[in-house]
């Protein structure tokens, strides 16, 4: 294949442009917010087990407590009709009666009041605990926020770079022979270089340097004449400092 020298130099600005968009690239798969918010993950997830028991068994207490509080309420309703029968009936045998289920019922309704006391202890402390836990997802997700707002700027700044990049890699390519820029693509997408210069007889793209039959060849070669690196196999570019 034949393409102008500076044809081929511009291969340079080509590789250059992919090599930096390579490593941008790189980059936004690697940054470092993204690695602690990975790190990160495990204490959100056991925080948050801790949190779905913690609420679980708060509502089972509430919900204990209200079956108390309702049982309470019963004795209690139950105790103001005995006494009302007390005071309106006249036969001693009903009396003695409602006053022995009135006195059952008073114990009913303490044995049930220390239940309630209890259970709303146990409300208490599990509602403490439960907002302690609730503080401690509080500032976890602060953390987090904190480091998804940092990756998301992070990523702009990075993606802006790149599209900049991009455009300008697209200039570069477009001005150049179409069967020089199809060469280097294929020979990028082969071996992952697609121009090196050769700098002092040593190439770029492989950083070996050539053998004396290698460099003989290449000096043969035309200007015009598009060489590729028998190491790295990329279109090696030649220049006053290749040393031929």
């Known amino acids: 294949m034949k393409a102008s020298p500076s044809d081929q130099n511009e291969l340079l600005r080509l590789q250059a442009a992919d090599t930096r968009l390579s490593q941008l690239d ?4 690697n940054l470092p917010q993204a690695a602690e918010l990975a790190a990160l993950q495990p204490e959100v997830d056991a925080l948050r087990a801790r949190w779905i ?5 708060v509502e089972d207490a509430r919900a204990e407590l209200k079956r108390v509080e309702s049982d309470v309420e019963l004795v209690e309703a139950r105790k103001r009709r005995d006494t009302e029968r007390v005071q309106q009936t006249s036969s ?5 009666a409602l006053e022995a289920e009135l006195a059952a019922l008073d114990k ?14 146990r409300v208490e ?7 302690s836990i609730d503080a401690e997802r509080s500032e976890l997700e602060k953390r987090v926020e904190a480091l998804q707002a940092a990756r998301d700027a992070e990523a702009g700044t990075v993606g802006a770079q ?5 455009r300008d890699r697209a200039t570069i390519a477009e001005a150049l022979p179409d069967d020089l820029v199809a060469l280097y693509e294929r020979q990028r997408s082969r071996y992952g270089l697609g121009a090196a210069l050769l ?14 039959s290698d460099l003989a060849e290449i000096r043969r070669a035309a200007a015009d004449d598009v060489v590729l690196c028998p ?9 006053e400092e290749s040393g031929l």
Request: charged share 30%; glycine share 6%; no cysteine.
């Open 92 to 96: 001693m045998k009903d009396v003695q």
């Open 231 to 239: 190491d790295s196999g990329a279109i090696l570019i030649r220049n």
């Open 162 to 166: 790149r599209d900049a990049l991009a």
């Open 125 to 131: 402390a599990l509602e403490a605990a439960l907002a």
């Open 53 to 57: 028991a913690a609420t679980g068994e």
């Open 108 to 121: 009913r309704q303490n044995d049930l009041e220390e239940i309630e006391l209890t259970v709303m202890e």
């Open 26 to 29: 790189h980059s936004v798969r």
């Open 199 to 212: 700098l002092r007889g040593v190439s770029m793209g492989s950083n070996v340097k050539l053998t004396e």
